[in-house]
């Protein structure tokens, strides 16, 4: 009996796709280098990169490639000269644009050949906005369990786009209907460039002495390096045949806006 145990577990082993942890040296477009850490996770059809900015602010994205979600967390520290105390942990979640990473088990299947080689992204993505109009609430777990432990430190501060909602699929034993009962609006003001509900439109969150006034905060990241697809060679004229030969690396940065009531919960100002 043991030995057809064993047996069964070297078969698991042989045939299971590997997960994959990539440490990665990264030029950003300032000219520092840093580090990217990289995971792909194969049985939970995920990717999870990590990296630690220059000014403190720990950024971790995941994308569920199962669920088409994507989770970017940021913590940020407070600044101690205007009196911020601790850290606010955020989490944003997006539609996942799958094309932006390659799949998880290409990933897990990736060698690095140079570990310390510092790399440089070919291609720039450009910037991608994201205006936020509602707290995820419970739709967080409903759209990901990767992405709700993901963000499990954020509490409620999981940000998402409304018309995002109806992009997901619903999954099984719900309806559309379902994400939009799980998820908390912001005030109908709060993204309108003119006044409404009798209140003045909401501006952006700015240095000003009264911290306890509503506005919309504005955070940046860049992802300097990430494979965002897989190269082919052809093969030799008698063959023809082409072969995957390495991998595409690209440069994006991502843009939030969201609502926050009081002034003070903006830690930083961009």
């Avoid at 520290?77 to 990473?101: I, S, W």
């Amino acid at each position: 009996m043991r030995l057809i145990i064993l047996k069964v577990i070297l078969l698991y082993l042989l045939v299971k796709p590997s997960n994959l942890q990539l440490l990665i040296n990264v030029r950003n477009q300032g000219g520092d280098v840093m580090q990217e850490n990289i995971t792909a996770n194969v049985s939970e059809d995920t990717i999870t990169l990590e990296f630690m900015r220059l000014d403190g602010v720990f950024v971790s994205q995941l994308v569920d490639f199962t669920n088409e979600v994507e989770a970017m967390k940021l913590i940020i520290p407070g600044e101690e000269e205007l009196g911020q105390n601790g850290h606010q942990t955020l989490c944003f979640l997006t539609h996942a644009a799958q094309a932006d990473f390659i799949a998880p088990d290409a990933m897990a299947k990736l060698r690095q050949k140079n570990p310390g080689t510092i790399r440089v992204a070919e291609e720039d993505k450009g910037w991608r906005q994201t205006t936020a109009s509602a707290w995820a609430g419970r739709a967080t777990r409903l759209l990901s369990a990767p992405a709700a432990r993901h963000c499990a430190a954020a509490r409620d501060r999981v940000y998402l786009r409304s018309a995002d909602l109806a992009r997901w699929a619903p999954r099984p034993g719900m309806d559309q209907s379902s994400y939009a009962t799980a998820v908390t609006p912001f005030p109908p003001h709060a993204l309108s460039s003119d006044a409404t509900d009798g209140k003045p439109a909401v501006g952006a969150c700015v240095s000003e002495n009264d911290h306890t006034k509503e506005c919309i905060c504005h955070l940046e990241v860049c992802v300097n390096w990430y494979p965002c697809g897989l190269k082919y060679c052809k093969g030799k004229p008698q063959g023809g045949l082409s072969y995957r030969c390495g991998i595409k690396t690209c440069h994006r940065c991502y843009r939030y806006h969201f609502y926050v009531r009081r002034r003070d919960a903006c830690l930083s100002y961009t």
